[in-house]
């Protein structure tokens, strides 16, 4: 469903990612991990369609299309979902709005008519219950006054709204407690299916003690340097990152 | 024939019995004062010498209802009250004035011979008219009006709406047209005075509101500028506001597409003067530009009570080639301590042509007051609008959804449910945002 060959992404005139390859099939989890600064969150921008990215060489195509010919919001009407690591507080616009604005988007590109106010509703309903939350919440302007732990639950919320194939998932677990971690878990593993992938951005293992990874990858100076499953994340909670720097030195 | 012997020559035609003294000094005001150029410090923006014709015709044009009125009326939600005026001369039959206790809906001219007493205390009395030159032009010259009387403690709470239409088919026309508004103690209005060119060649008008809010009274007021275009609009409203009264103003301008070398300029002047304790002023507008499109608001709230509150929050969104202005000004005199005065106002520049002058002035002659006011001129929030990208909006709608939560906020203020629902519907129209 994913395949990136060979991808070189830099920004205001630094290289960042170089030479990244990566392929993700129907149904994986792929966590990956990684010291900071080393491309993780680059990778996701990318991925998601952020101008401010200059994809340099490589491809991406995105169920046998070409995901960089794409912009951002055509690649999210194809099944593209970021969760962001910092969602963004748009006052005066409620999270049903929103939605509803996202969801219509959606249908469009499919050629289907603009659901009607009841389904919607009803679908808002489903999904809010999903991660815990009430419908208060999508009354509200989005993320604004937010805690950390609500923003990223309404991430999760968006995504099931969405119902996107690849969901990109940038530090969903940074700055949660461990109640807004499980249920943020929870909402994942509820959304995992066959056609469904995922790839997970994080810097700790204790998310992947509750969302179980296919694969997991260790990032360094912009690639993939170290591949395994998941008992690999459990030797980076031990050991740290320093064995990964030490071996590859040569690329910093 | 000269401006000044022209001007001169059509006040002497004036065959208004009424006010007369006011008149002859509000006309020998203007005279001096003139259609003020550039070069002054307050028109300095605004060079509205250049956009008037040069034979101003100041006499009221033929008032014939056109399709372009009848269909607009019928358009209109079902105001309980509703007062119309063709080129400001009032039309009964297009009006709805149901007898309400406490209530006086009439024309300035029926007042001006039943309601005497009221029209000799109030008309024309906030108007300086040594220094404000359209205001004074308007006093001398202004045939007909709204005029609206409300009883000690009478609460209406069905909004009065005045249209005034501009049907004139004399380009020199210069339609003088004007409210006069008082809540005596204790009662409650809301006015929506809405203005609109129902003609097919440009018009230029010169409206003129004056607002008595009495102790403890509230007046919510609306001036509705919708689909501005071909047409030159020149507003004074003048306000008062007593001990623990209320007043608020919202002035929603939207620009349309003008037909042919139209323009669309609009001039606003808003002054709240706080004259008992514990008044307060809300000033607000919300102005969309288009094309060449000209939006100046020029706001001065005075404070001469202590203890007063006021506000001003000011929103415009400019497209394509727009200028605006926005001149505000708190004025804090002597004996107004415990002032709370607040102002800002904010625009988004949606094309590189785009501009805006912006000046906030802060006059202040109490020691123990807080003031403050921000101005601010930017783009939509880079930030934002990829977050509505990344869920699947285009760049188009997100960008229309963000504007309309910009602007939302200048709505959300206006007090009377009904108008601000019309305005709300009219907002999602103008920038086809469809939830």
């Given at each position: 469903?994913l395949?990136?060959k060979?991808?070189?992404?830099?920004?205001?005139?630094?290289?960042?990612?170089?030479?990244?390859?990566?392929e993700?099939?129907?149904?994986?989890?792929?966590?990956?991990?990684g010291?900071?600064?080393?491309?993780?969150?680059?990778?996701?921008?990318t991925?998601?369609?952020?101008?401010?990215?200059?994809?340099?060489?490589?491809?991406v195509?995105f169920?046998?299309?070409?995901?960089?010919?794409?912009?951002?919001?055509?690649?999210?009407?194809?099944?593209v979902?970021?969760?962001?690591?910092?969602p963004?507080?748009?006052?005066?616009?409620?999270?049903?709005n929103?939605?509803?604005?996202?969801?219509?988007?959606?249908?469009?590109?499919q050629?289907?008519e603009?659901?009607?106010?009841k389904?919607?509703?009803?679908l808002?309903?489903?999904?809010?219950?999903l991660?815990e939350?009430?419908?208060?919440?999508?009354?509200?302007?989005?993320?604004?006054?937010?805690?950390?732990?609500?923003?990223?639950?309404n991430?999760?919320?968006?995504?099931?709204m969405?119902?996107?194939?690849?969901?990109?998932?940038d530090?969903?677990?940074?700055g949660?407690?461990i109640?807004?971690?499980?249920?943020?878990?929870?909402?994942?593993?509820?959304?995992?299916?066959?056609?469904?992938?995922?790839?997970?951005?994080?810097?700790y293992?204790?998310?992947?003690?509750?969302i179980?990874?296919d694969?997991?990858?260790?990032?360094y100076?912009g690639?993939?340097?170290?591949?395994?499953?998941?008992?690999?994340?459990?030797?980076?909670?031990?050991?740290?990152?320093?064995?990964?720097?030490?071996?590859?030195?040569?690329l910093? | 024939?000269?401006?000044?012997?022209?001007?001169?020559k059509?006040?002497?035609?004036?065959?208004?019995?009424?006010?007369?003294?006011?008149?002859?000094?509000?006309?020998t005001?203007?005279?001096?004062?003139?259609?003020?150029?550039?070069?002054?410090?307050?028109?300095?923006?605004?060079n509205?010498?250049?956009?008037?014709?040069?034979?101003?015709?100041?006499?009221p044009?033929?008032s014939?209802v056109?399709?372009?009125?009848?269909?607009?009326?019928?358009?209109?939600?079902?105001y309980?009250?509703?007062?119309?005026?063709?080129?400001?001369?009032?039309?009964?039959?297009?009006s709805?004035?149901?007898?309400t206790?406490?209530?006086?809906?009439?024309?300035?001219?029926?007042?001006?011979?039943?309601?005497?007493?009221?029209?000799?205390?109030?008309?024309?009395?906030?108007?300086?008219?040594?220094?404000?030159?359209?205001?004074a032009l308007?006093?001398?010259?202004?045939?007909?009006?709204?005029f609206i009387?409300v009883?000690?403690?009478v609460?209406i709470?069905?909004?009065?709406?005045?249209q005034y239409?501009?049907?004139?088919s004399?380009?020199?026309?210069?339609t003088?047209?004007?409210?006069?508004?008082?809540?005596?103690?204790?009662?409650s209005?809301?006015?929506?005075?809405?203005?609109?060119?129902?003609?097919?060649?440009?018009?230029q008008?010169?409206?003129?509101?004056?607002v008595?809010?009495?102790?403890?009274?509230?007046?919510?007021?609306v001036?509705?500028?919708?689909?501005?275009s071909?047409?030159?609009g020149?507003?004074?409203?003048?306000s008062?506001?007593?001990?623990?009264?209320k007043?608020?103003?919202?002035?929603?301008t939207?620009?349309?597409?003008?037909?042919?070398?139209?323009?669309?300029?609009?001039?606003?002047?808003a002054?709240?003067?706080l004259?008992?304790?514990?008044?307060?002023?809300?000033?607000?507008?919300?102005?969309?530009?288009?094309e060449?499109a000209?939006?100046?608001?020029?706001?001065?709230?005075?404070?001469?009570?202590?203890?007063?509150?006021s506000?001003?929050?000011?929103?415009?969104?400019?497209?394509?080639?727009?200028?605006g202005?926005?001149n505000?000004?708190?004025f804090?005199?002597?004996?107004?301590?415990k002032?709370?005065?607040?102002?800002?106002?904010?625009?988004?520049?949606?094309s590189?042509?785009?501009?805006?002058?912006?000046?906030?002035?802060?006059?202040?002659?109490?020691?123990?007051?807080?003031?403050?006011h921000?101005?601010a001129?930017?783009?939509?929030?880079?930030?934002?609008?990829?977050?509505?990208?990344?869920?699947?909006?285009?760049?188009e709608?997100a960008?229309?959804?963000?504007?309309?939560?910009?602007?939302?906020?200048?709505?959300?203020?206006?007090h009377?449910?009904?108008?601000?629902?019309?305005?709300?519907?009219k907002?999602?129209d103008?920038?086809k945002?469809?939830?």
């Amino acid at each position: 469903m994913l395949s990136i060959k060979n991808l070189n992404v830099g920004i205001a005139e630094k290289q960042i990612l170089k030479d990244f390859n990566l392929e993700i099939k129907p149904g994986e989890i792929h966590a990956i991990m990684g010291p900071n600064g080393t491309g993780k969150s680059t990778l996701a921008s990318t991925l998601a369609g952020k101008e401010d990215y200059e994809v340099l060489t490589g491809e991406v195509s995105f169920n046998g299309k070409n995901l960089l010919e794409m912009s951002a919001d055509e690649r999210a009407r194809e099944g593209v979902f970021l969760a962001f690591q910092y969602p963004v507080e748009i006052p005066g616009v409620s999270t049903t709005n929103f939605m509803k604005a996202a969801v219509n988007a959606k249908r469009k590109h499919q050629g289907l008519e603009p659901m009607d106010a009841k389904d919607f509703l009803k679908l808002m309903k489903e999904k809010l219950a999903l991660v815990e939350m009430n419908k208060e919440f999508t009354s509200r302007s989005i993320n604004e006054g937010f805690s950390g732990g609500e923003k990223k639950r309404n991430e999760i919320f968006q995504m099931a709204m969405l119902e996107p194939t690849l969901c990109l998932l940038d530090e969903t677990d940074s700055g949660l407690d461990i109640d807004a971690l499980r249920i943020v878990a929870n909402g994942v593993n509820q959304l995992k299916n066959k056609d469904r992938s995922f790839l997970i951005i994080t810097h700790y293992q204790r998310l992947l003690n509750y969302i179980v990874p296919d694969y997991v990858h260790v990032m360094y100076g912009g690639k993939i340097v170290k591949s395994g499953g998941k008992e690999l994340a459990l030797k980076l909670e031990e050991q740290g990152y320093d064995w990964i720097k030490e071996e590859n030195s040569e690329l910093v | 024939m000269s401006f000044a012997e022209n001007i001169s020559k059509q006040f002497a035609e004036v065959s208004n019995t009424n006010v007369v003294e006011l008149r002859k000094n509000a006309f020998t005001a203007f005279e001096k004062l003139g259609i003020p150029s550039s070069r002054h410090e307050e028109w300095k923006y605004t060079n509205i010498k250049t956009k008037l014709n040069e034979q101003l015709s100041l006499t009221p044009a033929d008032s014939q209802v056109n399709t372009t009125v009848k269909n607009y009326i019928a358009s209109l939600p079902p105001y309980a009250f509703r007062i119309i005026f063709l080129n400001g001369i009032f039309h009964p039959e297009l009006s709805i004035v149901p007898d309400t206790k406490g209530l006086t809906i009439c024309s300035l001219k029926e007042a001006f011979s039943s309601h005497t007493s009221l029209v000799e205390r109030y008309f024309g009395k906030l108007i300086n008219y040594n220094e404000e030159h359209f205001a004074a032009l308007n006093t001398a010259f202004v045939n007909d009006g709204a005029f609206i009387h409300v009883q000690k403690n009478v609460a209406i709470n069905e909004p009065i709406y005045i249209q005034y239409f501009f049907t004139a088919s004399d380009v020199n026309a210069f339609t003088q047209t004007r409210s006069l508004a008082i809540v005596e103690e204790g009662a409650s209005i809301q006015i929506a005075e809405d203005f609109r060119n129902a003609s097919n060649i440009n018009v230029q008008y010169n409206h003129v509101s004056e607002v008595f809010v009495g102790k403890n009274a509230s007046i919510d007021i609306v001036k509705l500028q919708l689909e501005v275009s071909n047409s030159i609009g020149i507003h004074t409203l003048e306000s008062q506001v007593e001990r623990d009264g209320k007043f608020s103003a919202s002035t929603i301008t939207f620009s349309s597409p003008n037909t042919g070398t139209g323009n669309a300029l609009i001039r606003n002047n808003a002054t709240a003067r706080l004259i008992g304790e514990n008044a307060h002023a809300d000033l607000n507008g919300l102005y969309f530009g288009k094309e060449n499109a000209h939006i100046d608001n020029h706001i001065l709230v005075d404070h001469v009570a202590p203890n007063c509150t006021s506000n001003q929050l000011y929103k415009g969104v400019l497209n394509d080639e727009s200028t605006g202005v926005f001149n505000g000004k708190i004025f804090v005199r002597q004996d107004a301590q415990k002032t709370n005065a607040f102002q800002s106002s904010k625009a988004l520049l949606l094309s590189n042509d785009a501009s805006i002058n912006s000046k906030p002035q802060l006059e202040i002659f109490a020691d123990d007051v807080k003031c403050s006011h921000g101005a601010a001129v930017g783009q939509l929030d880079e930030n934002a609008l990829f977050y509505q990208r990344a869920r699947g909006i285009t760049k188009e709608e997100a960008t229309q959804i963000l504007t309309y939560a910009f602007a939302h906020e200048v709505i959300d203020h206006v007090h009377s449910k009904p108008i601000r629902q019309f305005l709300c519907d009219k907002l999602k129209d103008e920038l086809k945002v469809n939830f």
